[in-house]
DNA sequence: CGTGTCGTTGAGCGCTTTCAACCCTGGTGG
DNA sequence: CCACCAGGGTTGAAAGCGCTCAACGACACG
């Protein structure tokens, strides 16, 4: 980990780049890029520690930052995999609470970090970021709720249907190829289950025709059944009954 | 489920009597009980249900409101026992989304609805109510990841360890004697277990000696080796071998 | 005294995890 | 050019944990 000194001019321009801060206004980047830092991380590298006093929010610039909590057993439960544009770390600035998890750079990353003290005044004080903010982490609960609802799936075989089926992106039931959204280790982290059994249910799910795939990439042949699957559950029966 | 005809009047007496509205200006009650709505339930009356566009944010009278997500085997993963003078919905109605869960009495009660129309105009009119609503949501994101770290414990007797320990109020160490929250099947459906293995997993704390309990009511004796084995976990050995 | 709700206890099965070895790919350096 | 290695992923076998099903007990209520 590694905080790069940057001028104010270079953050603000840096803020203008991301989608975070999409229609907000000059003065206002100008005023929370005062105290704002930039942080290179190294993969793995470890950002926040799980019960600190986080002092800001982060945006982060590029690469990914991983939400996770670990646990006693070495596992880790991932709590959200944070991309480009994407922040996290309000809440607890806004409670004062200590953070809920670790984040440690998923891959090589740039992060951008926002003083507390500075953010709180400006939410305090602008109408516009209060509401921006408010919608932003109302969907983050909701957001939350779904990862709750899949991994409360009896079956793991059904939290991967689940899964599958949340990351179709709004195009009905055109087959169509998916791209999955980091390591398939991380993912099964993500859904509760070991890295081995979301491979098992892939290619169980793949020996049964529903779906085809090579490395990440994910082809979709039969959103019904795998929407069957998701709601009603099979057994998981053996195949050698023909 | 029965709707109750009250004066706007009367409502904004109810509404001065609730915790979530200390602090609130009259007329700002004033404007949020016009289209507000009395509701009352018997218990396991459904009031929203999953999928459902709400058009009102609900704040509990009296009772207490489950929110849970029906599963595929005919179990339910509770997400949370809203109780007097707490509210749920308003997530949905800050991002007009389906709402992600249940809503059903977990004992008799009564609900106000807040239109969501002036919910949401008195939102975006009111500073003060944005940014306390700001702070109910956080928390309750924050309280929601805390859920996901107990029901993360890889083992049943950790998960309920955690919960023990999470539900501490605040003085430390002293042998005192807890009331569970709710019912067993509830809190048991909300850590992601069975009803009959938390009832073994209290069994078995109360049998080694870390707990006594009786009904509802919980005395930890051995706060030191309750967070032990939240953190550390045990086997589970069994106990025959004295 | 019956009935319904809540909780406990017992027995058995099956799914997931764990541990292990192995495969595959990409990068690196001799 | 190829050997080597590391990281990510797959596959196999075994074992344990939690679920399901079922019966029973406790308690409140009409």
Same mark, same amino acid.
């Given at each position: 980990?590694?905080? @790069?000194? !940057?001028?104010?001019?270079?953050?603000?321009?840096?803020?203008?780049? *991301?989608?975070?801060?999409?229609?907000?206004?000059?003065?206002?980047?100008?005023?929370? =890029?005062? +105290?704002? &830092?930039?942080?290179s991380l190294a993969k793995k590298d470890l950002l926040v520690t799980k019960?600190?006093?986080?002092?800001?929010?982060?945006?982060? @610039?590029?690469?990914?930052?991983?939400?996770? %909590?670990?646990?006693?057993?070495?596992?880790?439960?991932? %709590?959200?995999?944070v991309e480009k544009g994407e922040s996290f770390g309000e809440p607890c600035?806004?409670?004062?609470?200590?953070?809920?998890?670790?984040?440690?750079?998923?891959?090589?990353?740039?992060?951008?970090?926002?003083? =507390?003290?500075?953010?709180?005044?400006?939410?305090?004080? $602008?109408?516009?970021?209060?509401? #921006?903010? /408010?919608?932003?982490?109302s969907q983050r609960l909701l957001h939350t709720l779904r990862d709750i609802?899949?991994?409360?799936?009896?079956? $793991? *075989?059904?939290?991967?249907?689940?899964?599958?089926?949340? *990351?179709?992106?709004?195009?009905?039931?055109?087959? #169509?190829?998916?791209? *999955?959204?980091?390591?398939?280790?991380? %993912?099964?982290?993500? /859904? +509760?289950?070991?890295?081995?059994?979301?491979?098992?249910?892939?290619?169980?799910?793949?020996?049964?025709?529903?779906?085809?795939?090579? +490395?990440?990439?994910?082809? !979709?042949?039969?959103?019904?059944?795998?929407? +069957?699957?998701?709601? =009603?559950?099979?057994?998981?029966?053996? $195949?050698? &009954?023909?």
């Amino acid at each position: 980990m590694n905080l @790069i000194t !940057v001028s104010p001019g270079q953050i603000q321009d840096t803020m203008a780049r *991301l989608s975070y801060f999409e229609g907000w206004e000059k003065d206002q980047l100008a005023r929370l =890029a005062v +105290g704002a &830092k930039q942080i290179s991380l190294a993969k793995k590298d470890l950002l926040v520690t799980k019960g600190d006093r986080i002092q800001a929010m982060y945006v982060v @610039i590029s690469g990914q930052i991983r939400l996770f %909590i670990p646990l006693s057993n070495g596992a880790e439960r991932v %709590i959200s995999l944070v991309e480009k544009g994407e922040s996290f770390g309000e809440p607890c600035l806004i409670q004062s609470e200590h953070c809920p998890y670790n984040a440690a750079a998923g891959k090589d990353a740039h992060v951008l970090a926002i003083d =507390a003290m500075v953010y709180r005044r400006e939410l305090h004080h $602008s109408t516009f970021l209060a509401e #921006r903010t /408010l919608g932003l982490i109302s969907q983050r609960l909701l957001h939350t709720l779904r990862d709750i609802e899949i991994c409360a799936q009896p079956s $793991s *075989l059904q939290r991967v249907a689940h899964y599958l089926l949340h *990351l179709q992106p709004a195009g009905e039931s055109v087959t #169509r190829e998916i791209r *999955l959204p980091a390591l398939k280790r991380d %993912i099964a982290a993500k /859904l +509760g289950l070991s890295q081995e059994t979301f491979s098992r249910m892939l290619a169980f799910m793949a020996q049964q025709g529903f779906i085809q795939f090579t +490395g990440s990439l994910v082809q !979709v042949d039969d959103w019904a059944r795998l929407r +069957g699957l998701a709601s =009603a559950g099979c057994p998981m029966e053996v $195949s050698d &009954k023909n």
